[in-house]
């Protein structure tokens, strides 16, 4: 950290990665409480590195400067941390003179251990906009498969039953026509389509074999839809993600001019699909058609676009599987935004953009009314 780098800082509100305090007090149980809170929600939340900056106010962001720095802090901050939190955070803490007076700076390194704990409550904590809070259920689940730990796909679904699953698209995946029943479930199982469920000492299916080759999944995932609004009607489409995609591409055939670009809108829609984030049960994928622009909204983790050159995929086994059951007459991966972007040159623009609060991912293509 160095003048300029805090100077930029200063100029921004308090958000996802910054949070401002008037005063560096840690005497208290309860101030150290509220301390690790915020290093954990900031360390928990996708993206760089982090900051807590004491001695600021944090409405005006003007600097009122600490009183006195007490000997030794950064030792003493590590070790509140590491007694309140699993495992502990990277941080560093310094001090710089601006304007005349003495700011504190924690910086909190971007950590590949998350998500971090606080052990005296057992929560875990993000941020939410400028404000900690608990992460809720799919918050957690999120992180835990973002550093492998936890992966929707490969989670047993409870309740559901190996005749849940297409037959006919069993065996035009496994391509063996002659396996016998023992046979067939132990290749199933080592391709993650099932799972064995040792408590009944059966096998059911996973969650991602129910997407690939369910007769209706969302009898058991039922935020698996998609929907489409056009002249003012909605539309959901079910079924498994090749029946999903295929009657939606028929339905689309008949809304579209025949020079709209369909490849494109596929492209996006068929990523949507598999790397939506299935833990958010409680939105679906949506296309929204009209005359000025093609809306796709995406619920998944914003943070995939921000990784950039490191970025990870979501449910990277679901878009490996597909890969592999790709027919040269269906549906198809591997387009690319940028390329689809090509598609739509001289027509308008393709706009991507994330909402971090609602955990929306949208794409924005030209409408339908450039093309008639």
Known sequence: MNLHKLHQLLKNDEGFKLDFKLKLSLELDSEK???VKDVIAIANTPGGR???IFGVEDQTRRIVGLDEVPEHIEERIQQIISNRCTPPVPIHFEVLECNHKKVGVVT????????HQMIQTG????RRGSTTDKANRHEI???LQQFGMLSFENVPCRGSRLEDLDENLVRQYTGQMYLSPVQQQMLLCS???IACDFEKENYIPTYGGLLLMGKRPQNFIPQAVLEVGYEGQLRGFEGNIKVMLDEFKQA???ILPKKYPIEGLLEVVTNAIIHRNYWNNGQYIQVMIDEEQIVVSNPMSHEIYELKSSRWRVNPWLYSRLLMMQQPDGFHLGIGLEQTKKLFQGKGEVEVKTNPLEGIFEVTL???GVYR
Do not use: C
Not at 108 to 115: E, L, N, T, Y
Not at 123 to 126: D, G, H, L
């Open 252 to 254: 689309i055939q008949g």
């Open 141 to 143: 689940a999120n992180m």
């Open 108 to 115: 909190i390194f971007k950590s590949m251990q998350v998500p």
């Open 191 to 193: 391709m993650g389509i």
């Open 33 to 35: 409480k509220e301390f």
């Open 123 to 126: 929560a875990f904590y993000i």
């Open 366 to 368: 030209p409408g339908i």
């Open 50 to 52: 982090g900051y807590i």
